[in-house]
C-alpha cells in the first residue's frame, strides 16, 4: 500500500542540509543518556506495537495541547485563534515522527532531518513549511518540558498489545532516551555556541 507523501516532510530528500552535529558529537550524546543497541532494538518491537495506535496517541497528545491555551498558541494566530490547517498539517508529521523515532536508523541523515524539525520550531523556521501566520517561535521551555508528556502518555499505548512487563519496560525506557536524545538535538539552535 503506497501512502501520499506528507506535505513538508523532507526526511528522505537528498537536499536536505546536514547536521553540523558531528557522528561524535552524537555518540556521546547519545551514550550521556545510555542509549544503546538494546534500546534500538526495543524501538523496533515497539513501532509494531504502535503501528495502529498512532492515531489515538496523536489524540492523546493534541488533547493535552488544546486543553492549555499556553500550549495551543503556537498552533494560532498572533491574536490567539487556533488555524486548523496548521494543527493538521503537523499532526500528519508528528505521526510520522513517531514511525521514525521507532525505525529510522540514527545516522547522519537523521541527524540532519532532528537539525529541521528543531529550526522549524525557532524563528529560523517556524511557520515557513506551512506558510501558517502564527507565532515565530516556540520556547525551548517548552520543547524541554514535553518530554515527559510525550513519554509519560506513551505507556499505555505500549503495553496495549499484551507483552511481559519487562519487554514493556524496555520499550518504554528506549522511547524515553530517544525522544530525550530528540530534544537536545533540538535544543542545538536555541543555545548556539554553547550548546
Known sequence: MTHAPIPGYHYDDPALPASPVTTEDFEQLAAATLFSEADITA???ASEVLADQTEQILDVWYGFVGSHPHLLAHFATPEGAPITEYLAAVRRRFGQWITDTCTRPYDARWLAQQEEIALRHTTA?????DGARSVPHVPLR????FIYPITAT???FLAAKGHA???VEAMHQAW???VTLQVALWSRPYAGGGW
Open 142 to 145: 517548552y520543547m524541554i518540558a
Open 43 to 45: 524501538l523496533k518491537q
Open 176 to 178: 524515553f532516551k530517544a
Open 154 to 156: 506513551m505507556r499505555p
Open 165 to 167: 512487563e519487562d519487554e
Open 125 to 129: 523556521k517556524k511557520n515557513t513549511t
